[in-house]
């Protein structure tokens, strides 16, 4: 066999792989770790999504497998060192999701600037524009671009930061983002959108001295990975009132949970995984996997190499 194909994807691209290769479709085996293994023992390319984990265990139980391919979700799950060590090439998509995820930022700056409201001048609680703030972009990614652009539209003003850019990167220029220091885009954002590719290293960047020092007003949408914030902090700002509220489209286990700092805040909206997710986007992205893997298996083979007790590769 040479694609397993476990993540539901539309069926032209499903019909397509199966023409050019010996697919076979198995979602069942999505939570049946000992049958998926006994199936991959032949697969040379594997479509999986978020809920399988991609280890070494696995890897191990798939001696012939060249590609690992993913539609949809990130790769939070997805073993990347382990599967270069393994010879196994990791396909996703970067872009297919950008559109998606850059109106879904737009629709919840939206929504909250407007729903949560502030006390005006005369006494009134009045929700904001978009065209008269500024929105602050934390990390830069095929969404950011796309973001910054629709942006200026409504006449917002476009600021942005990302921890592995110099400010005098030509990129801010070419985007159009204005860029600033993190402590300038937490204190200047009206509404701030974290965008940030996540790394272990990013842990907890947003913690108490930087939003204790959030624009007043400010509301916060996060399509990253939500362990960029210190959970304890997070709380602490929306219980007082210094962050307006949060729109995230995914957050940690538990961190939900009874007895958790975030639990039971009504200023916190939290939806599982939509902002990338649309009938174009998922269209965009199996095409895109698919081809790939397509390409991957029309080229030679690796060899891969096996380690006797001594730790010494045999080919």
């Known amino acids: 066999m040479s694609v397993l194909i476990l993540e539901p994807l539309e069926t032209e691209v499903v019909q397509w792989l199966a023409e050019r290769h010996d697919a076979r479709f198995a979602p069942e085996l999505v939570g049946d770790l000992d049958a998926l293994l006994e199936a991959l023992q032949d697969a040379r390319a594997l479509i999986a999504p978020p809920e399988v984990r991609v280890d070494a265990e696995l890897l191990l139980g798939a001696p012939t497998l060249r590609a690992i391919g993913r539609a949809s979700g990130g ?167 210094r962050l307006r509220a949060a729109w995230f489209d995914s957050l940690e286990p538990g961190w939900l949970e009874p007895g958790r700092p975030l639990h039971g805040l009504a200023t916190l909206q939290v939806t599982p995984r939509l902002a990338g997710t649309t009938r174009e986007s998922r269209a965009r992205a199996a095409w895109a996997v698919a081809r790939r893997i397509d390409e991957l298996l029309g080229a030679p083979p690796l060899v891969k190499p096996r380690f006797d007790a001594r730790g010494v590769a045999r080919y």
Request: with cysteine; net charge negative; charged share 20%.
């Open 75 to 241: 790769a939070e799950n997805i073993d990347i060192e382990a599967c270069r060590k393994a010879g196994v090439d990791v396909v996703r998509s970067q872009t297919a999701t950008a559109n998606a995820e850059a109106e879904f930022a737009i629709g919840s700056l939206l929504s909250l600037l407007r729903r949560v409201p502030v006390e005006g001048s005369d006494g009134l609680m009045v929700g904001r524009e978009l065209g008269c703030a500024t929105v602050g972009i934390l990390g830069l990614s095929a969404t950011s671009r796309i973001l910054a652009q629709l942006l200026p539209a409504f006449g917002t003003r476009v600021i942005g930061y990302d921890p592995a850019l110099h400010p005098s990167d030509a990129i801010w220029e070419r985007w159009g983002i204005e860029p600033v220091g993190l402590a300038e885009l937490i204190e200047q954002s009206d509404g701030l959108v974290l965008l940030l590719p996540f790394f272990e290293r990013y842990r907890g960047l947003l913690a108490d001295r930087q939003l204790d020092a959030v624009r007043p007003g400010q509301v916060l949408v996060c399509l990253s990975h939500s362990g960029v914030f210190d959970e304890g902090a997070l709380a602490r700002a929306l219980q007082t009132g």
